[in-house]
């Protein structure tokens, strides 16, 4: 490990619940319903090349694939394990979706490979150095005009999720997400950036943000 590279943090924060990871989300974040949202904003059109940036075991790309079977879907992860899981699932569900082993931060795909990239729930594991790295690496590949579309918590609002907020800054590398450091780390990678919405969870609130590359 190099002095820029960060300790990997899998999906649930240990490697030993990720076979649990589905039933996790299905049960305490109304997973299909944000995410549907989520795809909903990114406006996807047929011949769209997308990246769903931090796939997991692959809801959100099957998801997207499902909904714009006229686009080319493309999912990518740190974690092998999690990537065998999505590679199950897509074959069980019966879609054509490409998944790639691979950091955010460092993407392996050439400039200006996509009209939009998609990630849900994965920021809040990342260090605020590899957020800044990952967000340049996202404007790298998109397309002009591209766009990101990303769902993960942001400031919380009300007191349950503030509560919440407290007990997550001991188990994630969260605190630029709750301190509302995000959408300027945007701004500071190039995008126009708004914010769309805000979802409540069992975890806290989910900020929506999207960003277009100019």
């Not at 992860?77 to 069980?92: H, N, S, V």
């Not at 920021?123 to 998109?142: G, M, N, P, S, W």
């Amino acid at each position: 490990m190099t002095q820029h590279e960060s300790k990997y943090l899998p999906a649930l924060s240990f490697k030993v619940l990720t076979p649990l990871y589905d039933a996790f989300f299905k049960l305490t974040m109304r997973e299909e319903l944000f995410k549907g949202r989520l795809i909903k904003e990114a406006s996807i059109r047929v011949g769209h090349r997308v990246l769903d940036l931090g796939c997991g075991t692959g809801t959100l790309t099957i998801m997207i694939k499902k909904a714009h079977p006229g686009s080319e879907v493309v999912g990518i992860d740190g974690d092998p394990q999690i990537l065998e899981i999505a590679r199950r699932k897509t074959k069980e569900a019966g879609t054509s979706i490409n998944f790639d082993e691979g950091m955010a931060y460092n993407l392996p795909y050439p400039d200006n490979s996509f009209d939009r990239v998609l990630s849900s729930l994965v920021f809040h594991h990342l260090t605020t150095q590899d957020k800044e790295r990952t967000l340049a690496e996202i404007y790298r590949v998109l397309k002009p005009k591209g766009e990101l579309h990303l769902a993960d918590f942001g400031e919380p609002q009300g007191l349950y999720a503030k509560s919440v907020s407290s007990l997550m800054r001991k188990f994630e590398r969260v605190d630029d997400n709750i301190n509302g450091r995000i959408p300027d780390m945007f701004v500071k990678a190039k995008f126009s950036v708004a914010k769309t919405f805000e979802f409540l969870t069992l975890f806290g609130t989910l900020a929506f943000l999207s960003g277009s590359k100019s």
